[in-house]
Each structure stands twice: as structure tokens, then as C-alpha cells.
């Protein structure tokens, strides 16, 4: 099962500012909705853990995650994957940015162009089934408000 989420949101920072928070997890990894913790492996490599729970299936999980791409301050992309609850999740999430600026070129604010996928499978899938893709985007939405008000 995939599911596919992007959108776009504007905040009154620089452009280097907004990609050096997006690009270190110490700084956002705590917005994500039911986070537990993160360990962090190198400059490019981290694991993080949350907590999972859709129907009878709760528990936690270990997803590691990858920094793939990495073009400062424009472009950002993550791929990452993990074990859910009888089942397994592989996501690719990624950020382009964009200056906003005004008549004299000076520049105001950041545009964040985010956008993502994740394939679940196994028992997490079947069980599931359709109440997933409204879960995950609503807890997608959570994380995009925490960041922007974490960006503000």
C-alpha cells in the first residue's frame, strides 16, 4: 500500500536556516508525531523510534533513515526504512526551497515544497487497509505545523 503526501508552506527565515533544521535530526526529529527517540549514526545516517498503534496493533517502531541527498540550501531528500507491527515501511521524504523575495531582490521568506511516499506492507497493510492514508495524513499535517512552528 502507498501512500503519497506533499504540500507547501512559507516561513519568514533564510534559506540556509530553514535546510540546515530540515537536514539535522537532533533539531526536528522530536516534532514527529508519538516520537520516542533518535540515535544518531553519522552525518547522513540516524534511527528513529515511535510509537505505532492502528487497530489492535500498537508497539514501536525502529525506522533508519538516511540523509540520500544533499544540496544546500535548495534540496533535501530522505529515504528510510523499518519494521511496523507485523509488517515493514519504506518512505522517501524530501524538501526544495525556494527564497521568497521582494522588489529589490532582498529576500523575506522560504518557501518549503515537501513531498514524500510511504509502502507499507505485510499484516500492518491487511489489517489496516483503508484507515491508514487518513492516519498518516493526519499525523503528516501534525509534523508540517510542529516545523513551521519550530521555523517561526
Same mark, same amino acid.
Given at each position: #500500500?502507498?501512500?503519497? @503526501?506533499?504540500?507547501?508552506?512559507?516561513v519568514?527565515? &533564510?534559506?540556509?536556516?530553514?535546510? !540546515? @533544521? /530540515? =537536514? !539535522?535530526p537532533?533539531?526536528?526529529?522530536?516534532?514527529?508525531?508519538?516520537? &520516542?527517540?533518535? =540515535?544518531?549514526?553519522?552525518? =547522513?545516517? @540516524? %534511527? /528513529?523510534?515511535?510509537?505505532?498503534g *492502528?487497530?489492535?496493533?500498537?508497539?514501536?517502531? !525502529?525506522? $533508519? #533513515?538516511?540523509?540520500?541527498?544533499?544540496?544546500?540550501?535548495g534540496?533535501?531528500?530522505?529515504?528510510?526504512? +523499518?519494521?511496523? +507491527?507485523? +509488517?515493514?515501511? %519504506?518512505?522517501?521524504?524530501? @524538501?526544495? /526551497?525556494?527564497?521568497?523575495?521582494?522588489? %529589490?531582490?532582498?529576500?523575506?521568506? %522560504?518557501?518549503?515544497?515537501? &513531498?514524500?511516499?510511504?509502502?507499507?506492507? +505485510?499484516?500492518l497493510?491487511?489489517?489496516?487497509?483503508? #484507515?491508514l492514508?487518513p492516519?498518516?495524513?493526519?499525523? *503528516?499535517? $501534525? /509534523? *508540517? !505545523?510542529?516545523?513551521?512552528?519550530a521555523? =517561526?
Open positions: #500500500m502507498a501512500i503519497k @503526501f506533499s504540500g507547501v508552506f512559507e519568514k527565515k &533564510q534559506p540556509e536556516e530553514v535546510y !540546515d @533544521f /530540515l =537536514t !539535522d537532533n533539531r526536528f526529529a522530536s516534532l514527529l508525531p508519538d516520537f &520516542q527517540n533518535l =540515535t544518531v549514526q553519522d552525518a =547522513t545516517h @540516524f %534511527t /528513529l523510534k515511535v510509537n505505532v *492502528i487497530s489492535y496493533i500498537k508497539g514501536s517502531a !525502529d525506522v $533508519k #533513515m538516511e540523509l540520500a541527498e544533499a544540496e544546500r540550501p534540496h533535501a531528500q530522505y529515504k528510510g526504512q +523499518g519494521a511496523v +507491527g507485523g +509488517g515493514s515501511v %519504506t518512505l522517501v521524504a524530501g @524538501f526544495d /526551497l525556494a527564497p521568497v523575495v521582494d522588489a %529589490t531582490g532582498a529576500v523575506l521568506a %522560504t518557501k518549503v515544497n515537501w &513531498q514524500g511516499e510511504a509502502q507499507i506492507f +505485510g499484516r497493510a491487511s489489517v489496516a487497509g483503508g #484507515m492514508e492516519i498518516a495524513k493526519k499525523q *503528516i499535517q $501534525k /509534523l *508540517i !505545523d510542529g516545523l513551521q512552528a521555523l =517561526t
